[in-house]
């Protein structure tokens, strides 16, 4: 196959292929490198990349398989991994001046995950400032002139332009389905607590998730089940069994199901073409889909976000901002202090709503299906000042529910996305009813 076609397969078609022989690791990743040697120039999108490593990687996988050894479901697939996620072959540096040269001892727990599922680790992909809201250098490969989003740029940029089938992100706002709308690709935040989370920066751990991105739900299931699990050393970590996502993902609805569309207090500020794509999404879904004015306000929920991250920002973080104050941008270091300011009886009612929130979706949910709403204001903003604007994700990660991203929209020639939101530890059928919307537009388009 050609470069250009390798660099378009997912990552459940390349580990299949490789799997039967079809296809060489080797040829995938050296796929892959040739499309990041003609891109990156201008996208970015990459914070260490050790070519020869991950060509090594890959003749090793290519060896394993050829002696008939065990292989995993991600046998050969390169990933990129976010620069706040701990690789002891590489360098993590969390975005930040501060961790120049950092080099860890261990593997993060995803990533060893990863590993031991085959995975080829290609490299470590460009993060905002310490996972925050200060722009990284990063472009949209849609169009350059335009933000990728943030805090999990690179991951989101390397997968919509080809450069690697998936990534890993964090959230603790928005940082991964606001990207994956922005660059128009499938975003996955799951539940609180299913992927565990030791060797990964910790910003505000009450709040801290990681997700995947892909370019097919089948693609974000399939990491996840590689990299989900019980940890000890996360006290967010669910120990339970392991749902598999991709066969639930799979699975055909005996009846369609049912959406409900869900404005938030945000919708005042959604742009006129958010607006009106969501508008023609309702209309065309018809009876499918109910919109519904919620009896609680997710303005307090998300106020209520904001305090908690800025609460435990400013725990992790102050230290480095007394240490080296000079190495923190000042829009990072207002925020601290902004959280240093916050007392202990408004940070643990912030924590304790939740409970309140979490009754009345999870309620909302199984009385009328699940949650769609706008997974950014608009399209990527133009320029490199700003990740965009969060305000439709906060609420739910605050809560913990899983969330998905699906690239359905556009105006002006950029991507939107349309996010879906599930009940807590239901993921495999968040990703079943998103992957009927998927098809379901699909074949009406």
């Known amino acids: 196959m050609a470069d250009m076609k390798l660099c378009e397969l997912g990552a459940g078609a390349a580990a299949a292929a490789i799997a039967g022989g079809d296809l060489s690791s080797d040829a995938l990743v050296t796929a892959a490198l040739?499309?990041?040697?003609?891109?990156?120039?201008?996208?970015?999108?990459?914070?260490?990349?050790?070519?020869?490593?991950?060509?090594?990687?890959?003749?090793?996988?290519?060896?394993?398989?050829r002696e008939g050894k065990g292989i995993g479901q991600l046998h050969g697939v390169p990933v990129g991994i976010k620069d706040i996620i701990d690789t002891a072959d590489m360098p993590t540096e969390n975005g930040s001046a501060f961790f120049k040269g950092r080099q860890p001892r261990h593997d993060a727990a995803a990533v060893a995950a990863l590993r031991a599922a085959g995975a080829v680790v290609l490299g470590k992909t460009v993060t905002t400032e310490l996972a925050t809201l200060t722009p990284s250098v990063t472009r949209n490969p849609v169009n350059p002139a335009h933000t990728p989003g943030g805090s999990s740029s690179g991951s989101a940029a390397a997968v919509a332009s080809g450069m690697v089938p998936v990534a890993l992100g964090t959230q603790t706002g928005g940082s991964v389905i606001r990207p994956a709308a922005f660059c128009g690709i499938f975003g996955f935040k799951p539940t609180f607590g299913l992927i565990a989370r030791p060797g990964v920066l910790s910003q505000a751990p009450s709040l801290d998730t990681i997700g995947v991105f892909g370019r097919s739900l089948e693609d974000v299931a399939l990491v996840v089940d590689a990299i989900q699990g019980y940890d000890e050393r996360d006290p967010a970590s669910i120990a339970s069994s392991r749902p598999n996502l991709l066969?639930?993902?799979?699975?055909?609805?005996?009846?369609?199901?049912?959406?409900?569309?869900?404005?938030?207090?945000?919708?005042?500020?959604?742009?006129?073409?958010?607006?009106?794509?969501?508008?023609?999404?309702?209309?065309?879904?018809?009876?499918?889909v109910e919109e519904i004015s919620l009896d609680f306000s997710t303005e307090r929920g998300v106020a209520a976000a904001k305090t908690v991250q800025n609460v435990e920002l400013a725990h992790h973080y102050g230290p480095l901002l007394e240490r080296a104050p000079d190495l923190i941008s000042t829009r990072l270091a207002n925020q601290i202090e902004e959280g240093r300011r916050v007392n202990g009886i408004d940070y643990f009612a912030a924590l304790e709503a939740r409970h309140e929130f979490n009754a009345s979706v999870e309620g909302l949910i199984a009385q009328h299906g699940y949650i769609l709403t706008p997974a950014a204001l608009g399209p990527a903003p133009k320029g490199l000042d700003s990740t965009g604007n969060p305000v439709f994700c906060a609420f739910w990660t605050y809560l913990g529910v899983p969330a998905v991203t699906l690239p359905l929209l556009e105006a002006d020639g950029l991507p939107m996305g349309v996010q879906l939101i599930g009940a807590r530890r239901d993921d495999g059928r968040l990703l079943r009813a998103a992957r009927w919307l998927v098809q379901n537009l699909a074949e009406d388009a």
């Open 34 to 65: 040739a499309r990041i040697a003609e891109r990156e120039g201008e996208l970015q999108a990459w914070a260490f990349l050790d070519r020869e490593r991950a060509l090594a990687q890959a003749k090793a996988a290519d060896e394993q398989r």
């Open 247 to 288: 066969a639930r993902a799979q699975e055909d609805w005996p009846l369609p199901p049912m959406f409900i569309f869900v404005k938030t207090h945000a919708w005042a500020e959604a742009e006129a073409a958010t607006r009106e794509a969501f508008g023609e999404l309702v209309e065309h879904l018809g009876d499918k």
